[in-house]
């Protein structure tokens, strides 16, 4: 079965950092590029970042660059993404999501999605 | 950024009647314009990819359409699962999504 499980979320304190992971199976990790993307309560989706199958190309929304780090380890099969300088506008549901096509990639539609990670920034 | 502006907000139909959701691009996205399905509670799912293709395990009472900055997904007839939240997302420019359509029954 193809499954994608985020972890890490927690309550922290704006200015706080934090590190989510997604952990991948049932398909071949390191062929696809994979993204985070990001939902506040009650709010649409927005997407925060993507990296290549390899790890060498990544991209990320503005609202995040400069804060926020995407990175994996296909030997493991995971992808993370680290959080600095937390605001309270970064609460939010975050979701894992693999690419659709495999190879290189700067962004296609996602077509697995994991159930999200709930990251509250509050003092 | 593009920004994708969703219509209407709100979307009132029964079970068995045809959905006609509208998604324009403040520029042109060309084909890269796909949809997708939230129910509450849930990850979002995958319906469109490229403005009119099905992804894995749509039926086939979904369908897209469309090209540059005007697209429709259209569901043919209304079953009760379909009532949701539907949005569009862009990758013509970096990455964007709609602000969604609520589809809810009658």
């Known amino acids: 079965e193809v499954q994608l499980v985020e972890s890490g979320g927690v309550v922290v304190q704006p200015g706080g950092s934090l590190r989510l992971s997604c952990a991948a199976s049932g398909f071949t990790f390191d062929d696809y590029a994979m993204h985070w993307v990001r939902q506040a309560p009650g709010k649409g989706l927005e997407w925060v970042s993507l990296i290549s199958w390899d790890g060498g190309s990544t991209y990320y929304a503005d609202s995040v660059k400069g804060r926020f780090t995407i990175s994996r380890d296909n030997s493991k099969n995971s992808l993370y993404l680290q959080m600095n300088s937390l605001r309270a506008e970064d609460t939010a549901l975050y979701y894992c999501?693999?690419?659709?096509?495999?190879?290189?990639?700067?962004?296609?539609?996602?077509?697995?999605w994991g159930q999200g990670t709930m990251v509250t920034v509050s003092s | 950024e593009i920004v994708l502006t969703q219509s209407p907000a709100t979307l009132s139909l029964s079970p068995g009647e045809r959905a006609t959701l509208s998604c324009r691009a403040s520029q042109s996205v060309s084909s890269y314009l796909a949809w997708y399905q939230q129910k509450p509670g849930q990850a979002p799912r995958l319906l469109i990819y490229?403005?009119?293709n099905r992804a894995t395990g749509i039926p086939a009472r979904f369908s897209g359409s469309g090209s540059g900055t005007d697209f429709t997904l259209t569901i043919s007839s209304l079953e009760p699962e379909d009532f949701a939240v539907y949005y569009c997302q862009q990758r013509s420019n970096s990455i964007t999504f709609g602000q969604g359509t609520r589809l809810e029954i009658k």
């Open positions: 490229d403005a009119s």
């Open positions: 999501a693999k690419d659709r096509l495999d190879g290189y990639t700067d962004g296609d539609a996602f077509d697995i």
